[in-house]
T-cell receptor, first 113, second 114 residues
Framework: AQKVTQAQTEISVVEKEDVTLDCVYE???????LFWYKQPPSGELVFLIR??????QNEISGRYSWNFQKSTSSFNFTITASQVVDSAVYFC??????????FGAGTRLTVKP | DTEVTQTPKHLVMGMTNKKSLKCEQH?????MYWYKQKAKKPPELMFV???????INESVPSRFSPECPNSSLLNLHLHALQPEDSALYLC?????????????FGPGTRLTVT
């Protein structure tokens, strides 16, 4: 069975601090896909990134970066120089080829000015 | 354009009412989804439509009835709901239902059952 664990329920940082959101996953499949979504207070989930199991390259997009390590089954997300607008709930998700997408419990990030 | 629209934004209904939630996408996506999200919880998958056919039903009670009139539209018909059905209902779409592609979500309908 697939499982996604986001052990950090809530994180609070002060603006301009760097913050890393952890995601650990379990799957028996060799082919799978990992995602991060952001859910601001407005409620809409916003897609941030997709990674497939064969691509372990880390990615950077502006202040956001992702570290995918198959050896530790982790797909961590780092925000550099956090801003108040980054305050949201962040979900890590795992999908297999049957399209059974499982979300982690989410991490609520609060960035204080 | 990566927009998924949902109407209404808010809905209050009694337990004997019949109402419908609507979702629309114009990205040419062939898979559409309904999720239910309770407060402080992750979204839970309810239904998946692939090429306008129901492909996944996650053991959802029959008081929720999905419909996909065409590839751009997805409805969720509600009847005889219970107060515990109060939640945010999210619609999403993706290029196909292979699990490869990201899903794009609408803003949701916040449903309150009284």
């Amino acid at each position: 069975a697939q499982k996604v664990t986001q052990a950090q329920t809530e994180i609070s940082v002060v603006e301009k601090e760097d913050v890393t959101l952890d995601c650990v996953y379990e799957t028996r499949d060799t082919t799978y896909y990992l995602f991060w979504y952001k859910q601001p207070p407005s409620g809409e989930l916003v897609f941030l990134i997709r990674r497939n199991s064969f691509d372990e390259q880390n990615e950077i997009s502006g202040r956001y970066s992702w570290n995918f390590q198959k050896s530790t089954s982790s797909f961590n997300f780092t925000i550099t120089a956090s801003q108040v607008v980054d305050s949201a709930v962040y979900f890590c998700a795992l999908s297999d080829q049957s399209n059974d997408m499982r979300f982690g419990a989410g991490t609520r990030l609060t960035v204080k000015p | 354009d990566t927009e998924v629209t949902q109407t209404p934004k808010h809905l209050v209904m009694g337990m004997t009412n019949k109402k419908s939630l609507k979702c629309e996408q114009h990205m040419g996506h062939r898979a559409m989804y309904w999720y239910k999200q309770k407060a402080k919880k992750p979204p839970e998958l309810m239904f998946v439509y692939s090429y306008e056919k129901l492909s996944i039903n996650e053991s959802v009670p029959s008081r929720f009835s999905p419909e996909c009139p065409n590839s751009s539209l997805l409805n969720l018909h509600l009847h005889a709901l219970q107060p515990e059905d109060s939640a945010l209902y999210l619609c999403a779409s993706s290029q196909d239902s292979s699990g490869v592609y990201e899903q794009y979500f609408g803003p949701g309908t916040r449903l309150t059952v009284t």
